[in-house]
T-cell receptor
Framework: LAKTTQPISMDSYEGQEVNITCSHN???????ITWYQQFPSQGPRFIIQ???TKVTNEVASLFIPADRKSSTLSLPRVSLSDTAVYYC??????????????FGRGTQLTVWP | DSGVTQTPKHLITATGQRVTLRCSPR?????VYWYQQSLDQGLQFLIQ???????AKGNILERFSAQQFPDLHSELNLSSLELGDSALYFC????????????FGPGTRLLVL
């Protein structure tokens, strides 16, 4: 599985846009990039998944450059409730080995008033 | 609410004891995954079941075992408990076997005294 590297922590203020970048230099051709969000004492929650270019849903956007060696999760106009740990995961695409997920340490995002 | 339920929410027990954690997947999901989250190890994949069959093993100790029943609910059995087994245990489920979005339950917090 491709190893991912993301910042340990980030700080932001309410209303700002937050971009969290994840590096995955060894991403395989069939790998997808998935982001999860976790609040304290809760299970991780799926945010967004993409393969290339840009994906947008109601909560976030995911930007993936052409070489796919990194990806950026963009959270528009964050609020206090976006304070959480964000995990970037790469690998185990459809049709490959197994569906287990490998979580790194994630990025602790703290949003201040 | 992810649709995945876990019981109990909290469990306090003593070293050497045995406990059983229960998980009910989302309706229609055939795969169940178990994860352990501790402060020093982060979120670790333990084991996966698909439609009653074991499909993948991660960092699961020999003292731990799991099974998935015909109604698709799953149980994680932890025996000969040690202080270091204190952690949050999450169950997740997905529709199929591989590479699909996993939906996490609220977790069971285990404290071994």
């Amino acid at each position: 599985l491709a190893k991912t590297t993301q910042p340990i922590s980030m700080d932001s203020y309410e209303g700002q846009e937050v971009n969290i970048t994840c590096s995955h230099n060894n991403i395989a051709t069939n790998d997808y990039i998935t982001w999860y969000q976790q609040f304290p004492s809760q299970g991780p929650r799926f945010i967004i998944q993409g393969y290339k270019t840009k994906v947008t849903n109601e909560v976030a956007s995911l930007f993936i450059p052409a070489d796919r060696k990194s990806s950026t999760l963009s959270l528009p106009r964050v609020s206090l409730s976006d304070t959480a740990v964000y995990y970037c995961l790469v690998g185990d695409s459809r049709g490959s080995t197994l569906g287990r997920l490998y979580f790194g340490r994630g990025t602790q995002l703290t949003v201040w008033p | 609410d992810s649709g995945v339920t876990q019981t109990p929410k909290h469990l306090i027990t003593a070293t050497g004891q045995r406990v059983t954690l229960r998980c009910s997947p989302r309706s229609g999901d055939l795969s169940v995954y178990w994860y352990q989250q501790s402060l020093d190890q982060g979120l670790q994949f333990l084991i996966q079941y698909y439609n009653g069959e074991e499909r993948a093993k991660g960092n699961i100790l020999e003292r731990f075992s799991a099974q998935q029943f015909p109604d698709l609910h799953s149980e994680l059995n932890l025996s000969s408990l040690e202080l270091g087994d204190s952690a949050l245990y999450f169950c997740a489920s997905s529709r199929g076997l591989e590479g699909e979005t996993q939906y996490f339950g609220p977790g069971t917090r285990l404290l071994v005294l």
